[in-house]
């Protein structure tokens, strides 16, 4: 089990696909790039930007619910690769004990931002699909979150429902 950084949500061209980037916190610093929704994509970067939505959105009604239960998420863990769909698990604490519920990537990311909680991956995971960038070729730059931002948002304005048919 390795322990991620969440880097960013990026628009992976030129599908125009929507990832989260996650990166390896020690080692050998690998980037797992995992594809998600539009409407996911959006969730993350909002509390990475610390947006506030005039009602709660999915992942902070969520978050509201297990604050009021006095549950904590301690960690999500991407856990498994299978037939290139990723697996998650919420590892959650409360007065009943320890839990740990399935759940897309996605989710599980959106929710570890407004928690605060630590992001794993099982190193099987990163090793079928992590990537070590060479820093001499400089594709470990990251751009600004300002410019993540506005191609997330330009990729909003650009994408129907049409897209994310099977």
């Not at 610093?29 to 993350?44: C, D, H, K, T």
């Not at 604490?93 to 991956?121: C, E, K």
Request: aromatic fraction near 4%; glycine fraction near 8%.
């Amino acid at each position: 089990m390795k322990e991620m950084e969440l880097v960013g949500v990026r628009i992976e061209l030129p599908s125009n696909a929507p990832i989260v980037l996650l990166r390896e916190t020690d080692g050998a610093g690998r980037l797992l790039p995992i594809f998600i929704g539009g409407a996911e994509a959006q969730a993350i970067a909002l509390a990475m930007e610390e947006v506030e939505t005039p009602r709660p959105m999915t992942h902070d009604l969520f978050k509201d619910v297990l604050d009021h239960l006095g549950v904590r998420l301690e960690r999500i863990v991407v856990t498994e690769l299978r037939d290139r769909t990723f697996y998650a698990e919420l590892e959650l604490a409360g007065s009943n004990g320890a839990r740990r519920i399935s759940s897309r990537p996605s989710d599980a990311v959106a929710l570890a931002v407004r928690t605060g909680a630590a992001i794993f991956a099982a190193e099987s995971v990163l090793e079928a699909a992590g990537h070590t960038v060479d820093p001499e070729d400089g594709e470990g730059d990251e751009p600004p979150p300002e410019e993540v931002l506005d191609q997330f948002r330009e990729f909003l304005d650009q994408v129907t429902p049409e897209d994310f048919n099977g």
